[in-house]
């Protein structure tokens, strides 16, 4: 079992940063894929970002050119660089890491099995 448990989200106005953080435990981490995902309020969750086991990362076209995902192996750590913040930004946000043997893509909620608590992140205009 992987366990997961994310940190750093907050309130922010337009155009400001966050660092969002996750720890993992569990045995071979290095085989699974991590990634980020959110949740808007009565919206479904989305897609945000992913670094691959074979050190590739993969964003959303909201993502990209504003996050940067990041992995820390020796430290069991993923984080997610947020940058230019917009109001559609805010939602919960969610760590997970997959199912190493799924044939689903990297980018899709099925790949994954499990789940942090997620950390709220809200952007004010």
Known sequence: QV?????????VETGGS?????VASGPLLSDHAL?????????EREFVAAFS????????????????????????????QMNSLRPEDTAVYYCAADNPRSLVTIIRLARYAY???GTQVTVSS
Do not use: H
Not at 18 to 22: D, F, I, Q
Not at 54 to 79: H, L, P, Q, W
């Open 35 to 43: 990634a980020w995902f959110r949740q808007a309020p009565g919206k």
């Open 18 to 22: 966050l660092s969002l953080s996750c």
């Open 3 to 11: 366990q997961l448990v994310e940190s750093g989200g907050g309130s």
């Open 53 to 80: 086991n074979e050190g590739r990362a993969y964003y959303s076209d909201s993502a990209k050119g504003r996050f940067t995902i990041s992995r820390d192996n020796a430290k069991n750590m993923v984080y997610l």
């Open 115 to 117: 789940w942090g608590q």
